[in-house]
Structure formats: structure tokens, C-alpha cells
């Protein structure tokens, strides 16, 4: 069975610039995850979806960040603009849902802003 | 709202050596507790997890841990590490508690490198 998968996995732009990410959960996984992870820290949770509803969206930052799940399958995380800050690794993770199942991470997208 | 502080930032050893990464945490509602593993330039995979019962958790390749709750902790203990077990280990929490926007919401501690020598 095929795991979390993500793209790119390595991504370079200049500030002010926008910038997706993409991310398939594993199939039949009806919660998805966002995370953050910073240099040298554990990662953020930045959105959850259950099916198509984000229902906890309290740590992103709505004025750059956005994101979409369409059809309840398919992610897709953009910043527009980019900020030097916004340097990280943006993971996925998906859970078949409920608060003790297991979250599956995909290896990243590793994000630079020059 | 909890926290998750993982003790050591970097742990040393040599190989068939045992091994102890620390784990606090802190919360004002019960917890489930985890324990993954993030090999370079992979994702995150779950070692082992505490749900409830039994207060020693066994996971994979050898590894197990502790509940602890007078002490809020969960070390995590292997005792004869191999090379391969060279990553980067990371405590995480999330709320026992029905409902609410936190539900199955993962809390990570700062991440203990721990590299095996030969």
C-alpha cells in the first residue's frame, strides 16, 4: 500500500513569491494533516481536515496561507506571498480519524525562501 | 493547552549500548502519549503509543516505553541500539478528551538526535 505522498519534495523561490504544495493521503484516510516543522523543532499542526471540513485551522496564518481539499481526497497548502520566515519543512499526515488512531506522515516538502 | 519536553537535544552512544531519550509533559487534561522516529529525509514513523492499561508500551525494532504519570513522563528505552537506529526521535501528545477543535491534535516535543557509533 502506497504511503502519504507529497511534491515536490525540495522547493526554492524568492521572497514575495507564491508557492503550493501538494499532498495524496493514503487511500480511504479521511483525516488530513498540515504540519510545520522548523529547523531543529517538532512539527506544527498548521490545519486538519475531516473529509472536505477543516475543522481546526487556529494555527495558520490565514493572510498568506490558505489551503484546499477538494472532493475530500487531494490537499493542496499555498503561501502567497512568501516570507524568509516560511523556511521549513511542510509535512502531510492522514489518519483513518479518531483522536487515538495513527497519523502516517509523507517525507515533506522542504521549502527555502531567498 | 499542553506542552512536550524532550530532555536531551542530541544522545550519543555506542553501539549495543542501552539507551534513554526523556520525555515530560505537561497538560491539564489526560493524554495519550507517542513516540516517533524521522530517519534523514523521511517522514515521521510511529514507534510506539500509549493509549490507556499498562503503563509499559513495547513497539518496534526493540524499542518501549514508560508512562509515568505522577512524574508526566514517557522515556523512551532500548536496551542494545544498532547503527540503524541513527535518527531523530520526537515525543508527542494529544488531548484524551471527547469533542473540542484539539481532537486527535498532535503536540511534538523539539526532537533528540541520537546517533549510534560503532
Known amino acids: 500500500e502506497a504511503g502519504v505522498v507529497q511534491s515536490p519534495r525540495y522547493k526554492i523561490i524568492e521572497k514575495k513569491q507564491p508557492v503550493a504544495f501538494w499532498c495524496n493521503p493514503i487511500?480511504?484516510?479521511?483525516?488530513l494533516y498540515w504540519y510545520r516543522q522548523n529547523l531543529g523543532q517538532g512539527p506544527e499542526l498548521l490545519i486538519r481536515y475531516e473529509n472536505e471540513e477543516a475543522v481546526d485551522d487556529s494555527q495558520l496564518p490565514k493572510d498568506r496561507f490558505s489551503a484546499e481539499r477538494l472532493k475530500g481526497v487531494d490537499s493542496t497548502l499555498k503561501i502567497q506571498p512568501a516570507e524568509l520566515g516560511d523556511s521549513a519543512v511542510y509535512l502531510c499526515?492522514?489518519?483513518?480519524?479518531?483522536?487515538?488512531?495513527?497519523?502516517?506522515f509523507g517525507p515533506g516538502t522542504r521549502l527555502t525562501v531567498l | 493547552a499542553q506542552s512536550v519536553t524532550q530532555l536531551d537535544s542530541q544522545v550519543p552512544v555506542f553501539e549495543e549500548a542501552p539507551v534513554e531519550l526523556r520525555c515530560n509533559y505537561s497538560s491539564s487534561v489526560s493524554v495519550y502519549l507517542f513516540w516517533y522516529v524521522q530517519y534523514p529525509n523521511q517522514g515521521l514513523q510511529l514507534l510506539l503509543k500509549y493509549l490507556s492499561g499498562s503503563t509499559l508500551v513495547k513497539g518496534i525494532n526493540g524499542f518501549e516505553a514508560e508512562f509515568n504519570k505522577s512524574q508526566t513522563s514517557f522515556h523512551l528505552r532500548k536496551p542494545s541500539v544498532h547503527i540503524s537506529d541513527t535518527a531523530e526521535y520526537f515525543c508527542?501528545?494529544?488531548?484524551?478528551?471527547?469533542?473540542?477543535?484539539?481532537?486527535?491534535?498532535?503536540?511534538f516535543g523539539q526532537g533528540t538526535i541520537l546517533t549510534v557509533h560503532p
Open positions: 508527542a501528545v494529544s488531548e484524551n478528551k471527547a469533542g473540542g477543535t484539539s481532537y486527535g491534535k498532535l503536540t
Open positions: 499526515a492522514s489518519s483513518l480519524g479518531g483522536r487515538t488512531d495513527t497519523q502516517y
Open positions: 487511500s480511504g484516510h479521511n483525516t
